[in-house]
Each structure stands twice: as structure tokens, then as C-alpha cells.
């Protein structure tokens, strides 16, 4: 895709102000780093940071069949949102592989909003539009009404609410709140392993909004930092740890599906579910140096029994760190592999989750 | 890190690496100002020993950041005679002083006529905003 076709989010002008490095991510031009990624990362783990995600899609699912239809097609249990609740799922294909991994809120009784990842909104939404057919409801792409900004960190909640004056929701709540004056939703989630908030605005007021943060003391991070983030807590990425090949099994996401719901791939993750899988996701970290990237073969003495799915250098912990798939019965923690990155085997060691802990 | 700078006694390759002509036959590699501001924060260095032998054109080390790790290009062939211990453990000297304490390797020439091939200061630059 050419430059010239890249979108631009509502942060756009505040991202040239401040000298990020732009870069183009599933057809958006987004900031990679500002300042520099590990200065972002420790901005986050320590104190407050935030994420322009206005890339990432929303879809509103509303009508007296919604529920029926968001547990047909969502892998976990639909019916355990509460009103101002949020859930995390997979969007699975009938044979089990992610279409994508998504967050749910339910807004109201018969109305829930799903944020989709930015490269599989157009997939979501045809998947979604087929299904919906034998339910009464209607799916609408509103990703235009929202830009979307992910304020993260131990002190996200106190810069936030004295901000923008609002009372924010606690971890996986969701409601409505006025920011600049328009309606907005503030969410409990995030994508950092750190407490913090995700807010939905209207397109309108994102420049002040920012500008007010900024005023703060929040630090603007880029993708950069998010990635690294989100990969100390062994977060999976959609195009990395997950894909229409993969199923949430042995992605390390049973627990997010309730195959009793019968949604589409339940069978297929039920299966796997009671049988195991070839492969599981597991963490490593190196042992000395080296730094491991998405695609590295994994090796147990001459044998190659995996692939990086995804690998950094983790700024928390200073080291080589990452996720692969393994042959299921190395995938333990304490299991000593070796990463092949270009040409060198380096040493590494299966670890548990997550990768990064808070200390304290 | 300092802001862009590209010192007019340098010779560079338009694989964003420099080279520090000393003496007939010896030269001191590393990378431009632009490479290491596109890489960003360098987190490690695998570079050759003493006594290895570089290929103008060829890579000879690696340099990682957080995000991405970029091939180093040898500006010009020859022998390494030193090597910069310090970015072992101090790498981000590579960001912080590309042409002074971010050197990578000293290098003994084996055609230093291959140094006619390279760009000038003015012309690199020129390389870098076409």
C-alpha cells in the first residue's frame, strides 16, 4: 500500500508535533516512538502513558436478538456481561482458527459495542454481517464516530479522572461518561499488564483531549512500547500469537471460550480442547544475549520444535524475551530450548506467565 | 541523542555506514547519524573479532533496538585489527556519539582504492533527502 493511501487517526497533527516516528500499521500511519520506546515502556510501568489506538475498529450490535447472535458468534459466555460489563473473546472460523480477538461491552440491555484489531475490522464486520442474518438484530461499523486513546499506568486513573473530571469505571467496566463535553465511553481495559483506563471520544475533541493530558503529565507512548508491553504480560497480538490457523486452545485462550454456548468452532475447539494440540504458546526468555524476532525457528538439541510468534528485547526486564509455539511437551516452564536468531543459536528457557511481574 | 550530523572528513556508503580513512591503509567503520536514528535506541551489539575479514558491500555485524535489528554494511574491505569493547555493554554509545565513542571496528585495508567509491558528505546527504 502506498503512503498515499495510509489513513490518519484524530491524533494525527498532535503526533507531528511532537516528532514521532510514523510509521504504517494495518493501513494507518501510526506513531511507533515519540522520545524513544524504552523511555515509553517505563513511562507506563511507573507512572502514566498514552496510546493513540484510534486505529483499532468499533461495531455496534443492537436488537432484541443480540445476545442470541453475540453468543453464536463470540467464544465466551455472552450472557455474563453485565449491563456496563466488558469481556474478552475470540471471533473464531468454524473450523476454530481467531478471526480476532476482541473486547465486548455491553452498553445496554440489548446494546453491546465490539472493538475489533484495526487489520481485521472489513473481516469482523463481513463475518459478523453474515451471521447476523438469522438473528434479529443489526451490526453497524461506527469506527468513524469514535477515535480511541489508552491512558495506562499506576497513576492512569488519578491524572485521568482529575483531568477530564469524570468518575472512571473499575477493571473490565465500561459506561458512558461526558468528555469535552460530548458523550464518550470510559472502559477498565487495556493492553499494558498496568491499571488504566481506555477511552472512546468523539473525533471532534481529540486534539484538546490530548492536549490536556499532555498538560498533565501523561507521556505519549507509540506502538513500540505497546508491543513491548503487552508482550512482558504475554498478551497475544492478532498476526502473531493468533491467526485463522490457530485455535484458542493452543494459543493459551481456553479460558475465554465457553464451548457449552455452541458458538461457531465450538466443536473444533472442543476437540482440541479434550484431545490437546501439536503445538502450545509458551513464553521464553534468553539466557544471555541475543534477541529473538517473530519467525525464529525454536530448537531442542538439532530438532526444530517451534517458531517465534513474537520476540523483543523486553525493556522491564532487560533481556531477549518473546512467545513461540512448541511441540506441546516441551512447551513447560523450566524447558531449556535454544532460539535460532540469524544463523546463532541462543539459549533460552521456557518461563510461565507472565514474563513481567509487579513487584509490590 | 544529538541531532543530525554528517562530518565532512568522513567517506560514506549508501547503506548508511561510514568510514575514517587513517593513514595509507586503515579505517575506522560505523554507522551514519540516519541509521541509527531510523533504528532507534540501540540494545546490543554483535560485531566480529580481531583478525576476521570484512567485504566492502558485505555485512560484518549486527545492530539491534528494541524494535528491529538492521545488518551493518562494510564500507570497505579489509582486516579487523580493533574492535570497540565498550559497546558490549554500552551500545547506546552507538546512538549517543555515532562517529566518536559509537565507533564499531578498526579496520586494515586490503584495497584501499575502494575508497574512490564512496560518498562525500554533501553527496550522502543529498542520498538522504532524494
Same mark, same amino acid.
Given at each position: ?54 486505529? =483499532? ?114 477493571? =473490565? ?188 | ?130
Amino acid at each position: 500500500m502506498s503512503d498515499a493511501a495510509l489513513r490518519r487517526t484524530p491524533f494525527h497533527e498532535q503526533h507531528e508535533d511532537l516528532g514521532a516516528k510514523l510509521v504504517p500499521f494495518a493501513g494507518w500511519e501510526m506513531p511507533v516512538t515519540y522520545e524513544g520506546i524504552r523511555e515509553e515502556h517505563s513511562a507506563v510501568r511507573t507512572h502514566v502513558g498514552m496510546f493513540d489506538v484510534s486505529h =483499532m475498529g468499533e461495531v455496534e450490535v443492537e436488537g432484541p436478538g443480540a445476545l442470541a447472535f453475540l453468543q453464536r458468534v463470540l467464544s465466551n459466555d455472552v450472557a455474563k456481561i453485565e449491563l456496563g460489563g466488558a469481556q474478552y473473546s475470540c471471533l473464531c472460523n468454524e473450523t476454530g482458527g481467531v478471526i480476532d480477538d476482541l473486547f465486548t461491552y455491553r452498553l445496554g440491555g440489548d446494546r453491546y459495542l465490539i472493538v475489533t484489531n484495526a487489520a481485521n475490522h472489513e473481516t469482523d464486520l463481513a463475518w459478523l454481517g453474515r451471521w447476523s442474518r438469522e438473528f434479529d438484530v443489526s451490526v453497524r461499523d461506527v469506527a468513524d464516530r469514535y477515535a480511541m486513546l489508552a491512558v495506562q499506568g499506576p497513576h492512569a486513573r488519578a491524572v485521568l479522572s482529575a483531568a477530564l473530571r469524570i468518575e472512571l469505571p473499575p477493571r =473490565m467496566r465500561a459506561w458512558p461518561v461526558k468528555i469535552g463535553r460530548r458523550p464518550a465511553l470510559a472502559c477498565g481495559t487495556g493492553y499494558t499488564g498496568e491499571d488504566g483506563v481506555e477511552i472512546l471520544i468523539d473525533p471532534e475533541v481529540a486534539a484538546p483531549i490530548w492536549a490536556e493530558l499532555l498538560d498533565a503529565g501523561v507521556v505519549p507512548c507509540g506502538l513500540g512500547a505497546r508491543d513491548t508491553l503487552r508482550l512482558e504480560v504475554c498478551f497475544p497480538l492478532h498476526g502473531n500469537e493468533l491467526s485463522a490457523e490457530r485455535n484458542p486452545i493452543e494459543a493459551g485462550l481456553g479460558w475465554c471460550c465457553a464451548e457449552a454456548t455452541g458458538f461457531v468452532g465450538s466443536d473444533a475447539v472442543a476437540e482440541a480442547r479434550a484431545n490437546g494440540t501439536a503445538e502450545k504458546l509458551a513464553p521464553f526468555l534468553i539466557e544471555g544475549a541475543g534477541i529473538p524476532r517473530p519467525g525464529n525457528p525454536v530448537l531442542a538439541g538439532a530438532e526444530t520444535v517451534g517458531t517465534v510468534s513474537s520476540g523483543t528485547f523486553s525493556p522491564s526486564l532487560e533481556v531477549g524475551a518473546g512467545m513461540a509455539y512448541l511441540r506441546s511437551d516441551l512447551a513447560e516452564p523450566g524447558t531449556e530450548i535454544e532460539i535460532d536468531v540469524r544463523g546463532k543459536h541462543r539459549r533460552a528457557r521456557v518461563a510461565s506467565k507472565p514474563l513481567y511481574r509487579k513487584v509490590g | 541523542m544529538s541531532d543530525a550530523n554528517y562530518p565532512d572528513d568522513l567517506r560514506y556508503h549508501d547503506q548508511h555506514d561510514w568510514a575514517r580513512l587513517e593513514g595509507d591503509d586503515h579505517a575506522v567503520f560505523g554507522i551514519t547519524w540516519y541509521a541509527q536514528d531510523s533504528l532507534g535506541e540501540v540494545v546490543f551489539y554483535d560485531g566480529p573479532e580481531v583478525g576476521a575479514t570484512v567485504q566492502k558491500d558485505s555485512s560484518y555485524a549486527e545492530v539491534e533496538s528494541v524494535k528491529a535489528v538492521s545488518d551493518v554494511i562494510a564500507p570497505l574491505s579489509g582486516e579487523i585489527v580493533e574492535i570497540n569493547d565498550a559497546l558490549e555493554d554500552t551500545p547506546e554509545k552507538i546512538n549517543d556519539d555515532p562517529y566518536g565513542d559509537g565507533w564499531l571496528v578498526k579496520v586494515r585495508l586490503t584495497s584501499p582504492e575502494e575508497a574512490g567509491s564512496l560518498l562525500a558528505a554533501a553527496e550522502y546527504q543529498k542520498l538522504l533527502e532524494s
